[in-house]
């Protein structure tokens, strides 16, 4: 009898497990931020003026127009105008699956891009735009400029903007695997570019390289850092480096880019 009751006490007794606290789960979607710096070891580009020709005095109403093909920020040798820009790891690939497309993306509208021509200059130089965001023109200045670009898959527009006018672009961006590169036909010095994306993982960088990408999905994937000089890496950077993304912020090192005009 005092053998069962000990047998049953024992019965009783709850067991004792030792269990691992859960693991948190990784940030399925990621802040990116980074910057693109101009090597140490390299002189950095110089701006000059740029020689207008006759009959521009006009332009010259603020002081010299200087060179924008590469512009590095002396005090941090940042530099403005990267497009920075994710692909899938896969190199034969562009698109991204609809699970790594961030489900607020759907509520996104296209929006209207304004390129300016304040002064015998196009602000912003290098922009990225979305398929299906439109592109306007102002022209703010006290004289005619012109807006000229040739593209593969959007159409070819020359278009004079008068003083103080505007001009829209009548159809929507459409998908763009290469830069598009406008120009003023009146002042032949001005020009810029445009980037169309069918993703929201891009970014442009500011005047002191930086960048940021937000809501980019967790994972192992490939950037891009494109300028006007160039890709990183040279033609195979085209297809991007591998980069692993974690989050929910991701702090990347500066990266070198050599965007030096040939």
């Known amino acids: 009898m005092r053998l069962w009751s000990f047998v049953l006490c024992c019965a009783l007794i709850p067991t004792i497990v030792q269990s691992e606290e859960p693991k948190p789960t990784p940030a399925q979607w990621v802040t990116i931020k980074g910057r693109i710096v101009f090597p140490e070891n390299k ?10 020709g006759a009959n521009n005095g006009a332009c010259l109403a603020n002081g010299a127009i200087l060179d924008e093909t590469a512009i590095v920020n002396p005090k941090n040798r940042g530099i403005k105008n990267v497009v920075v820009f994710l692909r899938p790891l896969n ?16 509520k996104r509208k296209p929006a209207e891009l304004t390129i300016t021509q304040p002064c015998c200059m196009f602000v912003d130089r290098v922009l990225a735009a979305r398929v299906g965001d439109t592109i ?8 005619v400029h012109n807006f000229f670009w040739a593209s593969g898959e959007n ?17 929507p961006l459409v998908a763009e695997s290469t830069p598009i590169q406008y120009k003023c036909t ?25 960048f940021v990408i937000k809501n980019a999905p967790a994972g192992q994937f490939r950037i891009v850092y494109w300028h006007e000089t160039g890709v990183r890496g040279g033609k ?20 070198d880019f050599d965007v030096t005009p040939k």
């Not at 190199?91 to 759907?106: S, V």
């Not at 306007?136 to 004289?143: E, F, R, T, Y």
């Not at 991007?240 to 090192?253: D, N, Q, R, S, Y």
């Open 186 to 210: 009146v002042h032949p010095w001005m020009t810029g570019y445009v980037r169309i994306f069918d993703h929201p993982y891009y970014a442009v960088t500011d005047e002191d390289g930086n």
């Open 155 to 171: 159409a070819e527009y020359n278009a004079n903007i008068p003083a103080k006018g505007l001009w829209k672009m009548p159809k």
């Open 43 to 52: 002189p950095i580009p110089k701006r000059l003026p740029l020689n207008l």
């Open 236 to 255: 195979d950077g085209r297809f991007g480096e591998p980069i692993a993304i974690a989050g929910p912020t991701m702090e990347m090192k500066p990266v």
């Open 136 to 143: 306007v023109v102002n022209n703010p200045a006290a004289m």
């Open 91 to 106: 190199p034969q690939t562009k698109e991204f699956t609809k699970g790594e497309i961030h489900p607020d993306d759907a």
